[in-house]
C-alpha cells in the first residue's frame, strides 16, 4: 500500500517561496511508469494540477504556474518536492502530492494515491 | 489547454436514488477521463478510470460511461457515504484538468 505525506509550513509570507515536501513509502518514486504529482484547491474551489516529476528526474510544469514553479526528487529519501516563488494570497490553498499512475493504453493516467493534504496560508 | 465542464454543479438526490453526473471535454479525450469522489476534508479518491474501468475495491454501484467528448458517471443507488463531490478528470492530454465539480446533497 503506497502512502504520501505532505510537509511543510502551513504559513508563508507574501513575495516568499512556499516549499512542501512529499514523503512516500510503501512504493518506489525509482521506478518507471509513474508520475509523482503536486494538486492544489484553493479554499471551497476545484482542483488544479500544479506539476509532476518523473523517476528519472524530469519535471511537467502548469503553464500557469511555470515561471515561479520548480518540482524536485530525492529518490535516496523517497521524497519530492515542491517550490512555487513569489507567493500572493491567491496561492492560498490546500497542496495535495499524489501518485499518477499508468494503467496502461486502455485505461491511462489517473491519480491513485494521494496524500492528505496541507493547507499552506499566505497571508502577512 | 483541455476543458472540462461537469453537470450539473450541484444535486440533491435521497439514500437509494439513481444519480447521473455528466461531463464534458472541449475536445475529443477518447476515453481517457477518470472520475473521483471527495468528502469533506478529505482527499479525492479514483472510483472510475478509462472512462468505463472500475477501480478496485470501488462498490458496483458506481459505473461509468461515454467516449470522445461526453461522459457519464451513474451512482445507481446513493448510500450515505456518497454525499460528497465528484470530479471529473481528463488524462489525454497534458496538462491533466479536471471539471469543477458536482455536489450531491442530502435532499
Redesign the interface.
Known sequence: QVQLQESGPGLVKPSQTLSLTCSVSGGSISSSGNYWSWIRQHPGK????IGYIYYNGSA?Y??SLKSRLSISEDTSKSQFSLELTSVTAADTAVY?C?R?YN?GW???????Y????SLVTVSS | DIQMTQSPSSLSASVGDRVTITCRASRSISSYLNWYRQKPGKAPKVLIYGASNLQSGVPSRFSGSGSGTDFTLTISSLQPEDFATYYCQQSYSTPPTFGGGTKVEIK
Not at chain 1, 486502455?106 to 491513485?112: A, E, N, P, S, T
Not at chain 1, 494521494?114 to 493534504?117: E, H, K, S, T, Y
Open positions: 476545484g482542483l488544479e494540477w511537467y502548469n503553464p495535495y499524489a499518477l494503467s486502455y485505461g491511462g493516467y489517473f491519480f491513485d494521494w496524500g492528505q493534504g
